[in-house]
């Protein structure tokens, strides 16, 4: 990491170290990792409200309501489940993963699964608001949309493992 004035370590506002492996992720990239998500959730999604019921058809010969009911359940629930998931374990999606990129606290600690919970309720439930927060990230100096200031999160570029919660 390159020195600042004084000979220390530059950072952020945040207090993360301001070196390339702590970059904050621009609009672009995290715009692409979301459509790679979208496309993965709603694949997942159509398969499992769609295929059970198919199957039992096929093999049963009978109209299983329930089944299709359960099923479309169980695709309804599939998005959240998905993001909050991925975020709280990982810090990251598919999509993030394939982009180089990963949600953390501003401190560079994983979201507890409260934080990405709701983070995922936000965005699923507030689609044109999260999706219109994501031009702050053009004006914020740390590129957080309105939902990482929600929240408290932001989004690295980050090769490596989520560092340990320091709760």
């Known amino acids: 990491m390159p020195?600042?004035?004084?000979g220390r370590p530059s950072?952020?506002?945040s207090g993360a170290p301001a070196d390339r492996h702590h970059q904050y992720a621009g609009l672009v990239s995290r715009w692409c990792a979301l459509a790679v998500d979208?496309?993965?959730v709603a694949s997942a999604?159509?398969?499992?409200?769609?295929?059970p019921p198919l199957?039992?058809?096929e093999v049963t010969g009978t109209d299983a309501q329930w089944l299709a009911a359960a099923?479309?359940?169980v695709a309804a629930a599939l998005p959240w489940t998905y993001f909050t998931a991925c975020w709280w374990l990982?810090?990251?999606t598919v999509g993030a993963l394939l982009l180089g990129l990963m949600v953390t606290r501003p401190d560079g600690g994983r979201l507890g699964i409260v934080r990405a919970g709701a983070r995922a309720a936000a965005g699923l439930f507030l689609a044109p608001v999260w999706l219109a927060g994501m031009l702050n990230v053009l004006f914020d100096a740390e590129r957080r949309a309105w939902h990482d200031l929600v929240f408290n999160t932001v989004v690295r570029y980050h090769a490596g493992a989520p560092e340990r919660s320091r709760r």
Not at 3 to 6: H, I, K, R, S
Not at 45 to 51: C, D, N, P, Y
Request: hydrophobic content about 45%.
């Open 3 to 6: 020195p600042a004035a004084g």
């Open 11 to 13: 950072r952020s506002r």
């Open 38 to 40: 979208l496309a993965i």
């Open 45 to 51: 999604a159509g398969a499992t409200a769609s295929l």
């Open 55 to 57: 199957v039992w058809q």
């Open 71 to 73: 099923s479309t359940l």
């Open 90 to 92: 990982g810090g990251r």
